[in-house]
């Protein structure tokens, strides 16, 4: 706030600094125009005028100056003039210059103010000499009068600082108050439980409680200043809540106090808002601003709607449930009773008012009404009985419930379950229980019952007999602290329980288990997850294979025998092959061969047809029989193996064979200068090679074989090769060895007796390829 004064003239004058003027009144304008041309030359700003009249006017605007003034004038005289200036001579200094010169005007001129009189005859620098005093006094003057006023003033603004600040320090305290009493407003809007928001008439936010903050989800000089509706209402609703508000604004009789609509939080979610509003108008009654009201009701309309829906489905429950449904005063009177009960025979209308003892069997009344008692004493039950129904006495599973109203009790709900045929599947079963049980102690095979955590449940009769232990001695303990498996074991062990726990089937499996006299069984046990009375256990079945295991040991055995056996006939066979092959090589082909010449000489020296003839034909068949001999004698024993070596009789023979009989290119790589001494490993790569050849002659459909002889790492590797019709090897595998096709576990039992091995690939339409490994001795060259 700021003290504002009107300024004196004084202090108007003081402010505007202007020359000095001097006014000449003379109405002789030659004697004025000398004049003036006198003092213009002294450097005066001169008004010059003819009468009195212009003079007054002139002087009226004269602030400071001096005048030179004629005593007779023809509108008034000089004297009349000096009273009309009388009270202006602090300020102008008249000087009369006059021709007619006496003592008494004289006189009278100085009486009235002027400040010197001359003589128009006289000097005129006395003239000029008095101009230029009267003008040094009026300045003296005028600063005398200027320092008074500006004292004056000073005096005057101290004072009115003095009350300046009284008044700044009054506001200070008044608005420190107000700011209080608005913070304590503040304060008890911001702990209001409700939205408070203030709109003004041009729809900006005025005012807005933190509860609103935090709703809207902005800070308050995030909200203040912005358009209520066009920032924080959906778009939808915008222009049905501005016509209320407008409402508001024209101060209209029907405008609404309470109002429900949507908020836009900052987020982009919307709470529905119950508002109640006030109008604010100023002392004239104008409207100033609408104050609101809001308390969120969002989740409130959400559990009401909940709520609605759930009566909605308590009834469509209870109208529908298939179970039955029965409410009772608290005499026991049925009030009523849902669809259900048709199924028991009654009709609604029918048990409505009546009493439910009528319905309960004569053994079951007194604990129906001690039941009851307990349920208008406010506790449920639940429990089982026997009911009478139009289609005869039923078992049922009551659940009863007291209905509470105001925490008073108003009445009983019962729900009841048929369970007579689940009785009597109870019954059943418990009979199957008993025989289940006879079966569980009896059975040959032994059971275990273990928790999820390994600890010993129970076990049947053979159990006890498998492992030694008695039923005491294992429940309660686990079973990898009992000593029945070997370390080795429980890990196994312990990785099947944690996948019975996931629910899953284990086995069957080997274990090895030590009885308690120390002995040893082989068991096959099988495992699964059960569960009893909600107990989730695992059950384990452990089958005694000691015997069989000892058998298929001795079978092995055998079998190993066997195989040594039928090599050692097979390399019998093979030196008897070779010797019949010598013989027959030897003697019969040598003595073929003897015949054949002596037959081709004796046919040189007959001319005779009759007997020529049959010694051509007997040649022609001894040509025959020889070369019959030679297929038998390669046939019991390549002696092209035995003496050129293997590969020389791969391509000698198996060539010839494959390529010029079948129709199949063959073609032979090897490593140079190969040679195996050992006559068995020879014999033997020679019949197998010739065994993969002749199934792909048979099998493969092939038009190209390929064979490769190498020596790799103190190994013979053979790899034969078809582009045929293949098959699939991981599929068919086991039924290769099923029904030994191809000869292929033939191959494999002649080479494991030598520490070899056999792998075959294949893939349908890209041919077949089988790797033959035997081990080689010191002495094998290549």
């Known amino acids: 706030m700021c003290a504002i004064q009107e300024s004196t003239p004084m202090e108007e004058r003081a402010g505007r600094q202007t020359p000095p003027r001097l006014l000449i009144v003379e109405d002789n304008e030659s004697q004025l125009r000398t004049l003036t041309t006198i003092m213009q030359e002294e450097g005066f700003d001169v008004i010059g005028c003819s009468t009195a009249s212009e003079a007054l006017e002139h002087l009226s605007h004269l602030e400071t100056g001096v005048v030179v003034l004629d005593l007779h004038l023809p509108d008034l005289s000089g004297t009349q003039l000096l009273e009309r200036l009388a009270i202006a001579t602090d300020r102008i200094r008249v000087i009369i210059n006059t021709a007619y010169s006496s003592y008494e005007s004289a006189k009278d001129a100085l009486n009235l103010g002027a400040f010197?009189?001359?003589?128009?005859?006289?000097?005129?620098?006395?003239?000029?000499?008095?101009?230029?005093?009267?003008?040094?006094?009026?300045?003296?003057?005028?600063?005398?009068?200027?320092?008074?006023?500006?004292?004056?003033?000073?005096?005057?603004?101290?004072?009115?600082?003095?009350?300046?600040?009284?008044?700044?320090?009054?506001?200070?305290?008044?608005?420190?108050?107000?700011?209080?009493?608005?913070?304590?407003?503040?304060?008890?809007?911001?702990?209001?439980?409700?939205?408070?928001?203030?709109?003004?008439?041009?729809?900006?936010?005025?005012?807005?409680?933190?509860?609103?903050?935090?709703?809207?989800?902005?800070?308050?000089?995030?909200?203040?200043?912005?358009?209520?509706?066009?920032?924080?209402?959906?778009?939808?609703v915008k222009n049905e809540v501005r016509a209320v508000f407008e409402t508001f604004v024209r101060r209209q009789a029907d405008t609404p106090e309470y109002f429900e609509n949507p908020v836009l939080t900052r987020s982009g979610q919307e709470r529905l808002i119950a508002w109640y509003n006030i109008s604010l108008t100023d002392d004239q009654g104008n409207f100033v601003a609408t104050l609101i009201s809001g308390e969120d009701i969002t989740e409130h309309k959400r559990t009401m709607k909940a709520l609605e829906q759930s009566e909605e489905k308590y009834r469509d429950l209870f109208v529908h449930a298939r179970d039955a449904i029965v409410t009772f005063d608290?005499?026991?009177?049925?009030?009523?009773?849902?669809?259900?009960?048709?199924?028991?025979?009654?009709?609604?209308?029918?048990?409505?008012?009546?009493?439910f003892l009528d319905y309960v069997i004569e053994g079951h009344r007194a604990r129906a009404v001690e039941d009851f008692e307990a349920l208008i004493g406010g506790r449920s039950v639940r429990s089982e009985m026997d009911v009478i129904t139009p289609k005869g006495t039923i078992t049922v599973e009551y659940s009863d419930n007291p209905i509470i109203r105001g925490k008073h009790v108003v009445g009983v709900q019962a729900i009841l379950t048929d369970i007579t045929d689940r009785k009597e599947a109870e019954r059943v079963l418990r009979e199957s229980e008993e025989r289940l049980k006879i079966l569980f102690e009896f059975t040959p095979d032994a059971i275990y019952l273990n928790d999820l955590e390994g600890y010993f449940v129970d076990g049947n009769n053979a159990a006890e007999e498998l492992s030694g232990f008695k039923r005491g001695e294992l429940v309660g303990k686990n079973f990898t602290e009992v000593g029945l498996l070997s370390s080795d074991e429980i890990?196994?062990?312990?990785?099947?329980?944690?996948?019975?726990?996931?629910?899953?089937?284990?086995?069957?499996?080997?274990?090895?288990?030590?009885k308690t006299d120390g002995s040893r069984v082989m068991v096959e046990i099988r495992a699964y997850p059960v569960r009893i009375n909600n107990w989730a256990l695992s059950l384990w079945i452990a089958h005694d294979i000691t015997k069989r295991k000892e058998a298929e040991e001795r079978l092995l055995e055998y079998q190993a025998k066997l195989k040594a056996m039928a090599f050692d006939i097979l390399r019998t066979e093979e030196r008897e092959r070779k010797r019949i092959a010598i013989g027959l090589h030897d003697n019969?082909?040598?003595?073929?061969?003897?015949?054949?010449?002596?037959?081709?000489?004796?046919?040189?020296?007959?001319?005779?047809?009759?007997?020529?003839?049959?010694?051509?034909?007997?040649?022609?068949?001894?040509?025959?029989?020889?070369?019959?001999?030679?297929?038998?004698t390669f046939e019991l024993s390549n002696p092209i193996l035995h003496q050129l070596g293997l590969v020389v009789a791969m391509e000698k023979h198996l060539a010839e064979e494959v390529q010029q009989k079948h129709g199949i290119a063959f073609e032979l790589e090897s490593d140079e200068g190969l040679r195996i001494p050992d006559e068995e490993i020879k014999s033997c790569l020679f019949r197998i090679s010739r065994e993969l050849l002749m199934n792909i002659v048979k099998h493969a459909q092939a038009r190209n074989v390929k064979v490769s002889i190498h020596k790799r790492q103190s190994q013979i590797h053979i790899v034969i090769q078809d582009d045929g019709v293949g098959f699939d090897s991981k599929k068919v595998s086991s039924e290769v060895f099923r029904t030994k096709r191809f000869g292929h576990f033939?191959?494999?039992?002649?080479?494991?007796?030598?520490?070899?091995?056999?792998?075959?690939?294949?893939?349908?339409?890209?041919?077949?390829?089988?790797?033959?490994?035997?081990?080689?001795?010191?002495?094998?060259l290549g």
């Not at 990785?495 to 274990?511: C, H, K, S, W, Y």
Request: glycine share 6%.
């Open 746 to 780: 033939s191959i494999r039992e002649q080479l494991e007796h030598l520490g070899g091995n056999f792998e075959i690939e294949s893939e349908p339409g890209r041919g077949t390829t089988a790797t033959v490994f035997v081990p080689l001795g010191e002495n094998t």
């Open 330 to 355: 608290l005499e026991g009177n049925i009030t009523d009773a849902n669809k259900a009960v048709e199924e028991y025979g009654f009709k609604r209308e029918e048990l409505i008012g009546k009493s």
């Open 588 to 632: 019969i082909c040598q003595n073929l061969v003897l015949t054949k010449v002596l037959l081709e000489s004796a046919l040189r020296l007959v001319s005779d047809p009759s007997v020529s003839e049959p010694l051509k034909m007997a040649n022609g068949a001894m040509s025959e029989l020889i070369e019959q001999a030679d297929s038998l």
């Open 491 to 514: 890990p196994k062990a312990v990785a099947n329980l944690e996948r019975i726990a996931a629910g899953q089937t284990v086995g069957p499996d080997e274990f090895t288990l030590t």
């Open 116 to 236: 010197a009189y001359v003589e128009k005859a006289g000097d005129p620098d006395e003239l000029l000499r008095h101009v230029h005093r009267a003008f040094a006094a009026s300045l003296r003057c005028y600063a005398n009068q200027l320092e008074i006023a500006v004292a004056e003033r000073t005096r005057e603004l101290r004072q009115a600082n003095e009350l300046l600040n009284k008044k700044i320090k009054e506001q200070e305290k008044t608005e420190k108050q107000w700011r209080q009493e608005r913070d304590k407003a503040q304060k008890y809007l911001d702990v209001a439980a409700v939205m408070l928001v203030a709109i003004d008439s041009e729809e900006r936010v005025g005012l807005i409680n933190r509860k609103g903050c935090k709703i809207l989800g902005y800070e308050e000089k995030e909200i203040l200043g912005r358009n209520w509706f066009d920032n924080f209402l959906p778009q939808r």
